[in-house]
């Protein structure tokens, strides 16, 4: 019998942290590219097994290895040119690399923030190419075209981390996060520590992620013997004073509580917090692993190695569906002429010329066979 049924599988939980997105959100200074890097190196092999897009400079204070710098492409006036970069060179290679002889296993984002700023200013520069006119927020191109900015913004900004995602990365995610004052419909207010991103970044990046950490500073009153308070010390007359001790803890939030907000995630045996550590954060992870394994008998070994062979299936089928598929060919195209210089831009109408009669390679949208020859002849050109 045909049909869906064909399509129905049994699930087992990724034991692998390539294998899942991860999310690690603090205020600034709160420790995440700290935890990104000892968590990668207690994890991790090699260096290579693992690297992080820096959208930003927070990693300079770090002896990390394996940093792509994105955020020198572009200064702030031209952070279009560090998502353009990112979209069309890195991610490209990362997708090459997969298909020929991976190297990279887990890529780190750093912050989904500052993506998320170079994501919208190349949709700005983009835009106001198309129509010719100077954008300077998402909701202007909504007012002033038959676009929605933010409708934009959330596919432009997917787009390349799904395709990371489908190639068989596996990605960890760092964010910033704030206190913020929600109002109920009751009209009651509280804070709470949330993603200081818009809620269109939290579609792509919170939605999606499987693991949900909150690094969060706690302070302790102590008295001069280092013992915990439980309430203020008093003067001879009675008078609250403050104490002259206390310490303060960097915690992990792994469930919300009443004022940590954005932590969780889809795994149940996770507990609410825990001290800040690399070896921590990892036991956490094997542990709720561990406790949404109840029907199989297969160690994690073995679930491991069948994740990796899943992984790399995956990557062929996507390989092919890329070689074959002429709407993405066509993508391709665009793509590579849209970094061509404007000789660059002669040369290829030529060739075009020559092979198809005409100075452009528009009238054979569908035809697969001949968007691989329009394909192969702008990438030899840029690849000079």
């Not at 001790?245 to 996770?270: C, D, V, W």
């Not at 069948?306 to 992984?311: A, C, G, I």
């Not at 198809?356 to 030899?380: C, D, H, P, R």
Request: proline content about 2%.
């Amino acid at each position: 019998m045909a049909g869906f049924r064909n399509k129905v599988k049994n699930n087992k939980p990724k034991v692998e942290l390539q294998s899942i997105t991860t999310l690690v959100a603090g205020t600034y200074k709160a420790g995440k590219t700290r935890l990104w890097k000892e968590v990668t190196e207690l994890h991790y092999l090699t260096p290579d097994d693992v690297l992080l897009m820096a959208f930003e400079d927070g990693y300079e204070t770090w002896e990390i290895d394996n940093i792509v710098p994105l955020h020198k492409e572009g200064t702030d006036d031209t952070l279009w040119k560090v998502w353009e970069f990112f979209k069309k060179s890195v991610v490209p290679d990362l997708v090459k690399e997969a298909k020929e002889g991976r190297i990279t296993k887990l890529i780190g984002t750093d912050t989904a923030d500052r993506a998320i700023d170079a994501c919208t200013a190349w949709i700005l520069y983009d835009r106001g190419k198309k129509y010719a006119k100077t954008f300077v927020s998402l909701q202007d191109i909504s007012d002033n075209t038959k676009e929605n900015g933010w409708t934009v913004l959330y596919e432009e900004l997917k787009k390349p981390f799904d395709t990371l995602k489908n190639a068989g990365y596996g990605l960890f995610h760092l964010a910033w996060a704030k206190e913020k004052e929600t109002t109920l419909y009751d009209g009651m207010k509280y804070n709470s520590i949330q993603l200081m991103m818009n809620n269109t970044g939290r579609k792509v990046f919170e939605s999606q992620a499987s693991l949900i950490c909150c690094l969060h500073n706690e302070t302790s009153v102590l008295d001069k013997h280092g013992n915990e308070l439980e309430e203020n010390l008093t003067d001879k007359k009675n008078r609250e004073k403050a104490s002259n001790f206390h310490e303060t803890k960097t915690m992990m939030y792994f469930r919300p509580s009443e004022y940590i907000e954005i932590a969780g995630g889809r795994f149940t045996n996770l507990p609410e917090k825990v001290e800040y550590g690399a070896e921590t954060f990892l036991n956490v992870f094997e542990e709720a692993v561990k406790g949404q394994l109840k029907k199989t008998t297969q160690t994690v070994a073995e679930l491991k190695k069948e994740e990796q062979e899943e992984r790399e299936e995956k990557v062929k089928e996507m390989a092919e569906k890329l070689e074959n598929d002429p709407d993405e060919v066509f993508s391709q195209i665009e793509e590579v002429i849209s970094t061509m210089s404007k000789d660059q831009k002669v040369e290829a109408s030529v060739e075009f010329e020559k092979v198809f009669k005409v100075k452009n390679y528009m009238q054979e949208k569908g035809n697969l066979e001949n968007l691989k020859i329009a394909l192969g002849i702008v990438t030899k050109i840029v690849s000079k």
